[in-house]
Nanobody
Framework: QVQLEESGGGMVQAGGSLRLTCTASGVTSSTDAMAWFRQAPGKERDFVAAIRRSGILTRYGGFVKGRFTISRNNAKNTVYLQMGTLKPEDTAIYFC????????????????WGQGTQVTVSS
């Protein structure tokens, strides 16, 4: 089993930045791919970004457009999401996810999930 815990959410004004952190514990060998998803009220869970253990292979959701960067520190079992140029439409709960395999943009492919951290962007 893998436990994931997110932190770093909060409230920020439009145009600002936040860095989210997700720390994995347990059987961390099962976290080959780690990802961020987000879900706004009444909407589906959307793919934000994913990264392989190597840290080299990354992929992003179409809406990111260079504003966000995903990275990981395997020694700390941690993945980060640096978010910049935030917009009110980025307001959502951000979830960390992990799977023992390649990156995927489908939430159904991930085996482990954190509880989420709220990000609120005010205009």
């Amino acid at each position: 089993q893998v436990q994931l815990e997110e932190s770093g959410g909060g409230m920020v004004q439009a145009g600002g930045s936040l860095r989210l952190t997700c720390t994995a514990s347990g059987v961390t060998s099962s976290t080959d791919a780690m990802a961020w998803f987000r879900q706004a009220p009444g909407k589906e869970r959307d793919f934000v970004a994913a990264i392989r253990r190597s840290g080299i292979l990354t992929r992003y959701g179409g809406f990111v457009k260079g504003r966000f960067t995903i990275s990981r520190n395997n020694a700390k079992n941690t993945v980060y999401l640096q978010m910049g140029t935030l917009k009110p439409e980025d307001t959502a709960i951000y979830f960390c996810a992990a799977r023992d395999g390649g990156t995927s943009s489908s939430p159904d492919d991930y085996d482990y999930w954190g509880q989420g951290t709220q990000v609120t962007v005010s205009s």
